[in-house]
């Protein structure tokens, strides 16, 4: 355990900036938004003051309406795809001055990343001061989802681009990705760095990319206008995994407010708002699943995807959607035969058509899903579940090191070498075995 604990930091000190963590020295040079949460929580547990810088160096990136990029870029490092020239935040008036940052935003996972570092701070005098500084801007992240990413008035927040989601290339978008049109000249020409960095094998496809693409110079050109695109973006989903975040995160917010003696009443009412429109909205009781949902096409996408298990981090759930999720986990979408060498949770469907075993959210093991299941299965009694995730996680990194994903059956990495979230949250996982967190 002690070596593979100095390994994950050493991964995370090769990574460190003076200032932020950025994903990957190769392929993510640049600070990435739930990336820096990731990194926040391994970091607390022996460098809590440099969780927080993490934290605090991204929040700095926060957008006057309470939008939280998922890019703060390096000025220092320009050779990047899509990088700031492309986002062009520099011109719009919302964006911070002096910062470059993307337009687009990912799974608000950090007010339950500043929780864990106030927790593992040791709750002092210096770990309620970063709540403090934090409180606000962590209210105007969630502020911003609630009041102008909820075009359907389901307590959810949408997503404009697969890139919000967390999971980009995942099978789950491809039909919303094929009904998009992308007419001639609408595009600029540019070179993709992934390639360069990395296999075309592992990575999305050139239609898919411009697409992509597409889809962010219309929301760019729009001047990142919300009330406006989300009349007419040609992409529009409630999905899973970012709502979970959003209320794993609301809940910790709550907790916060009680830490620093704010008003906990509207935040807890935001939070029953995102959970109970997560019952009403995605979960699917015919499937007895969790499904994102298409709201420009209005219906369910479903696909038999790892982010219909995430919301098992959410505290209320009942217990016969506990049930449901975990059964489907041991099913043969999720579980290989016990005579077939495995690693587990596969990002898809291991039956599926769509199921690619080493392509970019197609299949692989990510870290980062492994350690929400993990977490959601532990605050549901359901240890045993939960101790299979955990080794198999370890045992991924034990094998082919600090990959950005892993191969479900050879175990194999793929992706960025030396990836700062399988680093943070390897640490997580191996200091929990012996410290047990507050759930």
């Keep these: 355990m002690n070596g593979l604990l100095e390994r994950a930091q050493q991964v995370l000190d090769a990574n460190w900036t003076g200032e932020a963590t950025v994903a990957s020295r190769s392929l993510y040079p640049h600070q990435w938004s739930w990336d820096a949460a990731f990194v926040a929580i391994g970091r607390?547990?022996?460098?809590?003051?440099?969780?927080?810088?993490?934290?605090?160096?991204?929040?700095?990136?926060?957008?006057?309406?309470?939008?939280?990029p998922h890019i703060r870029f390096d000025p220092r490092t320009r050779d990047y795809f899509p990088g700031p020239d492309f986002w062009a935040s520099d011109r719009v008036p919302l964006a911070p001055a002096g910062l470059l940052t993307s337009g687009l935003t990912q799974p608000p996972l950090h007010a339950r990343a500043a929780l864990e570092v106030f927790r593992h701070g040791g709750g002092d005098a210096e770990a309620v001061a970063f709540l403090r500084r934090l409180f606000p801007r962590l209210v105007a992240q969630h502020g911003?989802?609630?009041?102008?990413?909820?075009?359907?008035?389901?307590?959810?927040?949408?997503?404009?681009?697969?890139?919000?989601?967390?999971?980009?290339?995942?099978?789950?978008?491809?039909?919303?990705?094929?009904?998009?049109?992308?007419?001639?000249?609408s595009i600029p020409p540019y070179r993709r760095s992934d390639l360069v960095r990395a296999n075309a094998a592992d990575r999305p496809s050139a239609a898919t990319y411009d697409r992509y693409v597409y889809l962010a110079v219309r929301y760019r050109d729009s001047g990142y206008d919300d009330a406006d695109l989300l009349a007419s973006s040609p992409f529009l989903v409630e999905d899973v995994l970012f709502n979970t975040v959003y209320l794993w995160s609301a809940t910790a917010l709550v907790e916060i407010a009680g830490i620093l003696g704010e008003p906990r009443g509207p935040l807890e009412a935001a939070a029953r708002r995102i959970h109970d429109g997560l019952l009403a909205h995605l979960w699917d009781p015919d499937a007895s699943r969790f499904f994102s949902y298409d709201l420009r096409a209005s219906r369910?996408?479903?696909?038999?995807?790892?982010?219909?298990?995430?919301?098992?981090?959410?505290?209320?759930?009942?217990?016969?959607l506990v049930e449901a999720i975990c059964a489907e986990l041991m099913s043969t979408h999720f579980e290989a035969p016990a005579t077939v060498s495995h690693y587990v949770v596969p990002s898809y469907d291991l039956s599926g058509a769509d199921f690619d075993r080493r392509r970019y959210w197609r299949g692989p093991v990510w870290i980062n899903t492994n350690w929400m299941l993990w977490r959601g299965l532990r605050q549901h009694g359901r240890d045993e579940m939960a101790r299979q995730v955990e080794e198999s996680t370890v045992r991924l990194v034990e094998r082919s090191g600090f990959r950005e994903y892993f191969d479900p059956f050879t175990g194999e990495g793929y992706g960025s070498m030396d990836f700062s979230w399988t680093a943070a949250l390897l640490i997580d996982v191996l200091r929990n075995r012996a410290d047990p967190p507050r759930l």
């Design 44 to 68: 607390s547990w022996a460098e809590p003051a440099r969780a927080m810088r993490e934290l605090e160096s991204m929040f700095q990136a926060q957008w006057a309406n309470g939008m939280l």
């Design 144 to 185: 911003y989802l609630e009041a102008r990413r909820d075009p359907a008035g389901h307590g959810l927040a949408a997503i404009v681009h697969p890139w919000e989601s967390g999971l980009d290339n995942s099978p789950i978008w491809d039909a919303e990705l094929d009904a998009i049109e992308v007419p001639p000249g």
């Design 300 to 320: 369910s996408i479903r696909k038999e995807s790892v982010d219909s298990a995430i919301p098992l981090l959410d505290q209320g759930l009942p217990g016969d």
